[in-house]
């Protein structure tokens, strides 16, 4: 099917080997789980083995060849993904193992901290019901440590963040304010600029989780005007165990580090140490050195396919699925129904027949979605579901893929009478 505002997929396909596995006996793999992880291109792929097989060494402190090519990649690495987020300062770029490493590391700094910055009894918190657990639970626990109050933004019924009351959410006793871009699982586009604002009113630091936004659309951490960004490279064709979070460079500054040892340090004494400026402050012991190699490369890959061309993409096939998606009877999505202010991750019910089964009968049919509360359960508390079925596009989706998933759920809706 020809959609205006497609890429090229015959030609992307072709980068990920992966996406030509044929499955149980016959059965030709239908990734739609892109939301959990994304597929790795071959560019990708030999970066990360040519690393292993030519360049494998630690970084910074050695002064042989292999170190010195060893910490040209990585730090070209930070090079790249400043670059790619619009980062005023490559040193504002710190690598992690995953957002959420990189959601706990700003709320144990911030647990840690002097004035202005310390959160304790008599601030406050504020996140949102829609919150993947990776930026709810860090939270919470530092809540429970210092005695801050856990105050959260609720969500209407089509699926969005209720900013009714935002005046009485966020108060001159906020501390900060940590929000998803992109919800992993009702797909919604948080309005960043409204509570940007409030939060800045009172003196807030604003953290934004980004990982359902990094792979799919532009992102300028200087345009969202946050304090913090986190994000993670499984998602965005980069390999697992690499995450981000970038910083203000006066917060990395003023900040105590949360991990200590290995480069973060400048001197150690047995009474004292000293820390190395931001990044490395922050970057304690061995770093994921061939996984942020391999981010780099993702980033490469998908900036040389332009990441407004992936947003068109992605919103072609996703107001596509939508639309497919309202024929099927006993179907209901959870989230917004149409693909304005979404992303490409689309969660549903099927009348009665639960989401594990739904997932199950689609796998036999080669195709594979997620299912489960996608760690968002305080979601599916709010609409009264035990789980959803989850599907997600990326830029390798197909029209002929969202048209296989609804063929797999008519074959569920048969199965189960």
């Known amino acids: 099917m020809l959609l205006p505002g497609l890429l090229d997929t015959d030609a992307i396909r072709k980068d990920f080997p992966i996406l030509d596995r044929v499955v149980h006996e016959g059965k030709k793999l239908v990734y739609l789980d892109n939301a959990a992880t994304s597929q790795k291109p071959r560019q990708v792929l030999d970066v990360i083995n040519a690393h292993y097989e030519r360049h494998n060494a630690n970084v910074h402190r050695g002064v042989h060849v292999l170190a010195e090519e060893a910490t040209a990649l990585y730090e070209g690495a930070r090079d790249k993904v400043a670059a790619f987020i619009n980062a005023?300062?490559?040193?504002?770029?710190?690598?992690?193992?995953?957002?959420?490493?990189?959601?706990?590391?700003?709320?144990?700094?911030?647990?840690w901290a002097d004035e202005p910055y310390?959160?304790?009894?008599?601030?406050?918190?504020?996140?949102?019901?829609?919150?993947?657990h990776s930026n709810i639970v860090p939270w919470q626990l530092l809540s429970q440590r210092t005695g801050a109050k856990l105050k959260w933004f609720g969500l209407t019924d089509d699926g969005r963040l209720d900013l009714s009351n935002i005046d009485q959410v966020i108060t001159e006793k906020t501390k900060v304010v940590s929000f998803v871009l992109v919800s992993n699982i009702l797909?919604?586009?948080?309005?960043?600029?409204?509570?940007?604002?409030?939060?800045?009113?009172?003196?807030?630091?604003?953290v934004i989780d980004a990982s359902q936004a990094a792979p799919h659309m532009p992102l300028d951490v200087q345009a969202l005007q946050a304090d913090f960004v986190a994000f993670t490279g499984h998602k965005m064709c980069g390999p697992d165990g690499i995450g981000v979070l970038w910083g203000r460079q006066e917060l990395l500054e003023d900040l105590p580090p949360f991990l200590g040892g290995g480069e973060m340090i400048e001197t150690v004494s047995m009474h004292s140490s000293t820390y190395a400026p931001a990044p490395h402050k922050f970057e304690a012991g061995t770093p994921p050195i061939a996984q942020a190699v391999g981010l780099g490369a993702a980033v490469d890959y998908l900036t040389s396919i332009g990441m407004e061309n992936i947003a068109?993409?992605?919103?072609?096939?996703?107001?596509y699925a939508i639309r497919r998606l309202q024929e099927v009877p006993d179907l209901r999505i959870i989230g917004p129904t149409t693909a304005e202010d979404r992303g490409a991750a689309v969660s549903f019910t099927l009348g009665d027949i639960h989401p594990h089964d739904v997932g199950q009968v689609l796998d036999e049919q080669g195709i594979a979605v997620r299912v489960g509360h996608h760690c968002a359960r305080p979601v599916c508390l709010r609409y009264g579901i035990p789980a959803t079925t989850r599907a997600s596009f990326y830029l390798y989706s197909t029209p002929a893929e969202v048209d296989a998933l609804i063929e797999g759920l008519e074959h569920v809706r048969n199965f189960f009478g």
């Open 312 to 319: 068109r993409h992605e919103h072609v096939i996703t107001e």
């Open 88 to 111: 005023p300062s490559r040193d504002e770029v710190i690598f992690t193992k995953n957002a959420s490493e990189s959601l706990n590391l700003v709320a144990n700094m911030l647990g």
């Open 187 to 206: 797909g919604t586009v948080n309005p960043v600029e409204a509570i940007v604002r409030r939060a800045q009113e009172v003196g807030a630091l604003v």
């Open 118 to 132: 310390r959160v304790d009894h008599d601030t406050e918190i504020v996140i949102t019901e829609m919150e993947h």
